[in-house]
C-alpha cells in the first residue's frame, strides 16, 4: 500500500507534463538555431547537414522502429520499421523530415541566427492557425487573432529591412524567405500529424526512416558522382559527429518527441504559440555565443511577438479542434 501512494505522489500531473515538454522543446530549439547558424560557414553544406542529420537519427530510429513494430503486431507498418503505414509516411515524412531541414539549413547561410529566431519559429502560429482553420476547422478566437497579428508585424519589422536591401544587391532577405518557407513546411507538418492523428514517437520514427530511404541514398550517389558540391570528404570527424548528435539525435528525435507530445497535450495551435517563445531565447543566445547585434528593428520584432504569444495562450483560450 505504502509503495502504491508513493508512485502516485511520484506521477506528475499533466499540467507539469506538459510544461517539461515544453521547456525542453524550447531548450533544444534555441540552441539548434545558434548552432546552425555557429555552423553555417563551416565545412558543411546544408545538404550535408541534412544528409548528416539523417544518419544520426536514423541509427537510433531503424532498431527503435523494428522493436515498435514487432510489439504492435497487426499495427500498420511500412517495411517492418515504420509504425505508420506507406502513405503516412511517405506524406510526413516528406514535409517534415526531407524538405524542411534543406530549406532551414540553407536560410542560415544567408540570414543571421536572429532573423532566423523571429522569422522561423515566430511565425508558426500564423500558419498553423490558419492551415487549423482550413483543415481541421479550428476557429481562430479574437484574443488569437491580436495576437497572430502582433507576430506577422513583428516577422515584417525584421524581414522587411532584409527585403528592402534586396535592391542593393544584398542576399538576407533570401535567407528570410527561406526561414519564412521552413516555418510553413513544419506548420504543414504539425497540422498533418494532428489531421491523421499520428503519435509522438510512431511519427518520428516513420518521418526519420523515410528520409533515411530517399534522401541519403539519392543525394549520397550525387555527391559521390559529383552531380552536387559536397563537402564531407574533406570535413573533420568531430564537425560531422557534432553535427549528427546535435542535428539529429537532439533535433530531430528529443525534440521531435516533446514537440508532438505538446501537439497531443496543447493541440497544435497552442503549441505553436509556446514555441514562439524560441525568438527571444535564440536572440539572446545569437548575441552572447555569436557577437550578433540587435538592431532597433530585431528589437522591436522580438516585442512584438512576444506580445502575440501572450495574447495566444492565454489560458481562457479554448482550442476547439474537430477529431480526425
Known sequence: MCAVRQ?????????????????????????????????????LTPFDITFVRILGAGAVVVPWGIWWVRQNPGAPN????????????????LCG????????YSGFYFAPAAH????????????TALLALVFLGTPIPARRRIGLVLIVCGGLLVGGASLLKAFSGG??????????????????????????GA???PATIGITFFALLTFVPVYGALAWFGVVASKISVAPWSEIFFQAFVQGILSVIVSGITFLKMVEHYGPVRTTMI?????????????????????????????????????????????KVRKP
Open 275 to 319: 514555441t514562439a517563445m524560441t525568438p527571444g531565447l535564440a536572440a539572446i543566445g545569437a548575441v552572447l555565443f555569436l557577437g550578433e547585434p540587435l538592431h532597433w528593428n530585431l528589437i522591436l520584432g522580438l516585442i512584438a511577438v512576444t506580445l502575440g504569444i501572450t495574447f495566444g495562450v492565454k489560458p481562457n483560450v479554448a482550442l
Open 199 to 201: 503519435a509522438a514517437i
Open 171 to 196: 542576399t538576407v532577405w533570401f535567407g528570410d524567405i527561406l526561414f519564412m518557407l521552413g516555418s510553413f513546411l513544419w506548420s504543414s507538418y504539425t497540422i498533418l500529424l494532428r489531421k491523421h
Open 78 to 93: 511500412w517495411l517492418g520499421v515504420s509504425p505508420l503505414s506507406f502513405k503516412h509516411t511517405a506524406l510526413l515524412g
Open 97 to 104: 523530415a526531407v524538405i524542411y531541414p534543406v530549406v532551414a
Open 7 to 43: 508512485n502516485a505522489a511520484m506521477q506528475l500531473s499533466p499540467r507539469t507534463t506538459g510544461v517539461l515538454y515544453a521547456v525542453v522543446t524550447l531548450a533544444i530549439w534555441s540552441s539548434f538555431i545558434v548552432i546552425a547558424r555557429a555552423m553555417s560557414h563551416k565545412n
Open 116 to 127: 532566423a529566431a523571429v522569422l522561423m519559429p515566430g511565425f508558426l502560429p500564423l500558419w
